[in-house]
């Protein structure tokens, strides 16, 4: 019942930055842990960042500072603002949602959005 839209991705050059856009749609929006995913081409996917109801946050260690998530209560919507984009961070990013019990894996995925970084 609970559908996972993002989007946003597409192509930039080293130092630009991009915000990736989540839709939720569900009646228990602010239940769910929501996070973001990556997977590049030949490698596993890969957490990224998570955001709690509480908006509580986590990082990928590597990435504190350049990421942010946040996300709109309101709009339904989580967000991933990625600044300073290296060609390392060129993947396919997945918003996730998890609801309660949040366990190791989340329940509903989107289908990605490609994120590619020139040099």
């Known amino acids: 019942q609970l559908q996972v839209a993002e989007s946003g991705g597409g192509s930039v050059q080293a130092g630009d930055s991009l915000r990736l856009s989540c839709a939720v749609s569900?009646?228990?929006?602010?239940?769910?842990?929501l996070g973001w995913f990556r997977q590049s081409p030949g490698n596993e996917r890969e957490w990224v960042a998570s955001?709690?109801?509480?908006?509580?946050?986590d990082y990928l260690d590597s990435l504190k500072g350049r990421f942010t998530v946040s996300r709109d209560n309101a709009k339904s919507t989580v967000y991933l603002q990625m600044n300073n984009l290296i060609p390392e961070d060129t993947a396919v990013y997945y918003c996730?949602?998890?609801?309660?019990?949040?366990?190791?894996?989340?329940?509903?995925w989107g289908q990605g959005t490609q994120v590619t970084v020139s040099p």
């Open positions: 996730a949602a998890d609801e309660p019990p949040f366990g190791f894996s989340y329940d509903y």
């Open positions: 569900g009646r228990t929006f602010t239940w769910y842990r």
């Open positions: 955001i709690m109801k509480d908006d509580r946050t």
